[in-house]
């Protein structure tokens, strides 16, 4: 099984790297938090296709080809400056992180809460909630609390 790890150190990687695209194993958890960085202005396209590139028209997924889809992420520049800086995990498989409303709410005003940092401006945190996988403001809105996943910014 992939993890919420392995998106970041891809991202991160095809960053550090100026790649144009990178290609992650096509999960839904995967392209939850893809959605979520294409949202929120991380990267300008998420697109499906295989392990050689993406599909030029729409190709399901069947149990004959799951194993070569891939998600291809078009990441953005800024002025030739990666547009996501860092993107970390929160939750490991080892010590999942789960906050309230409350706690959310406290994270996303910036405040510490146990031993989470805030959110500065500019970065998001990515929540899985009851709802599937949103930013955290988007979280403090609906009034969910959740697991933290990532961090992004």
């Not at 290609?23 to 392209?31: F, Q």
């Not at 296709?49 to 194993?67: C, E, I, K, M, R």
């Not at 500065?120 to 929540?127: A, D, L, N, T, Y």
Request: proline fraction near 5%.
């Amino acid at each position: 099984m992939v993890g919420v790890y392995d998106i970041c150190a891809r991202v991160q990687n095809g960053f550090r790297a100026r790649l144009g695209r990178i290609a992650v194993p096509e999960t839904k958890l995967n392209l939850s938090v893809s959605r979520v960085l294409y949202n929120q202005g991380f990267v300008s396209s998420v697109t499906r296709g295989t392990h050689l590139g993406p599909d030029a028209s729409y190709t399901p997924t069947t149990n004959l080809n799951v194993a070569e889809r891939r998600i291809w992420l078009s990441l953005k520049y800024y002025q030739d400056q990666p547009v996501l800086r860092k993107m970390s995990c929160i939750s490991k498989p080892s010590r999942r992180i789960t906050c309230s409303a409350n706690q959310l709410q406290t994270l996303a005003s910036g405040q510490p809460w146990n031993i989470i940092k805030g959110v500065i401006p500019g970065e998001i945190m990515i929540v899985s909630t009851t709802r599937g996988v949103v930013d955290i403001q988007e979280a403090v809105q609906l009034g969910l609390g959740g697991t933290l996943l990532a961090r992004a910014g």
